[in-house]
């Protein structure tokens, strides 16, 4: 699994809110309730990402900001 750097994305209320970008292993999947989980389990509320995001790749480069 890949993840790239988490991003804002918009949100009404706050006007950004912390979205995860993720890639499955090669023949793996994923599922984003899994994925909650073990993220909230491990990092405190407002560190979880609001949104998460499964992708086939990484948009932009990795380890840089995903492109908009």
Request: charged residues 20%; negative net charge; glycine residues 12%.
């Amino acid at each position: 699994m890949e993840v790239g750097s988490p991003h804002g994305s918009t949100e009404p209320l706050w006007g950004e809110a912390v979205k995860a970008v993720v890639v499955a292993a090669a023949g793996h999947q994923l599922d984003t309730d899994v994925i909650s989980g073990f993220v909230r389990s491990r990092l405190a509320g407002y560190k979880c990402p609001k949104s998460i995001e499964i992708v086939t790749e990484l948009p932009g480069r990795y380890g840089q900001d995903p492109q908009a």
